[in-house]
């Protein structure tokens, strides 16, 4: 059974850093683009950040670019997020996601994605 299993939430002050975690089992990542999505209350689940399978590619939203990088390990079938310098507005569910590099869909389409993590919290708070 394919799972994608997510560490390294929690609650820190604006300016703290986090680093995420999202480890696969039951399939090799090496074959799979990966992207994480966050969804805070009454929002929509939106694209943080996409690295490719390929040729390593990454894609930053607007809204975290300079702050978060997206890394991959494939020898560890493992993908991270690093955070830093973190703002109330990041605060959200936060989830990893895998398709297959095949796919020519744009990163942000949910529905592109076969596999998707349990989710994770941030909470950014003062």
């Known amino acids: 059974q394919v799972q994608l299993v997510e560490s390294g939430g929690g609650l820190v002050q604006p300016g703290e850093s986090l680093t995420f975690s999202c480890v696969a089992s039951g399939v090799s990542l090496d074959s799979y683009d990966i992207a994480w999505f966050r969804q805070a209350p009454g929002k929509e689940r939106e694209g943080v950040s996409f690295i490719s399978s390929t040729d390593g590619n990454t894609i930053y939203a607007d809204s975290v670019k300079g702050r978060f990088t997206i890394s991959r390990d494939n020898a560890k079938n493992t993908v991270y997020l690093q955070m830093n310098n973190l703002k109330p507005e990041d605060a959200a569910v936060y989830y990893c996601?895998?398709?297959?590099?095949?796919?020519?869909?744009?990163?942000?389409?949910?529905?592109?994605?076969?596999?998707w993590g349990q989710g994770t919290q941030v909470t950014v708070s003062s």
């Open positions: 996601a895998a398709r297959t590099y095949l796919s020519a869909d744009v990163w942000t389409r949910l529905g592109s994605y076969d596999y």
